[in-house]
């Protein structure tokens, strides 16, 4: 496919998981980077876990959640809701949904490369007149 070309995935072509406490997953697999769509029923609790080398951040979309880490020996929690980002870091760390509904969150996971790309990320887009996407058209 060119990289001119966007891409589509539906669900359907999503690699489906459904863990043994409950949480529902949808993995979007690419070359570089990976987005999983999680449903987490209510009262679940997932395991505790932490990365080695992969970058983990979290975008709530519906519901609540509290996000446990162990740092220095002490357990802190921290509450996380819809419009929330959340960067998981190296940390150990679980996932409670203590509600009454599902929460839902997507998960993008990459490894990182440890080069600060934030000028790249901010000057990258180039923008077209009405002009210019015409003359693309006419070829």
Known sequence: MSDQQ????SQEEAIFVEKA???????????????HQN????????GWHQHQKI???LVMTAGSIVVETIVAGEKLSQTCVKGDVIRMKKSLHRIINPQEITAEFI??????????QQEV???DKVEFSQAEVA???KK
């Open 121 to 123: 990320i901010k000057t």
């Open 55 to 57: 970058e983990e951040t």
């Open 107 to 116: 998960v993008f996971r990459f490894v990182p490369q440890g080069q600060n």
């Open 6 to 9: 966007i891409e589509v995935l």
């Open 21 to 35: 406490e409950g949480t529902q997953m949808n993995y979007f697999l690419y070359p570089e980077f990976e987005i």
């Open 39 to 46: 449903i987490l029923p209510a009262q679940t609790i997932q």
């Open 135 to 137: 003359a693309l058209l």
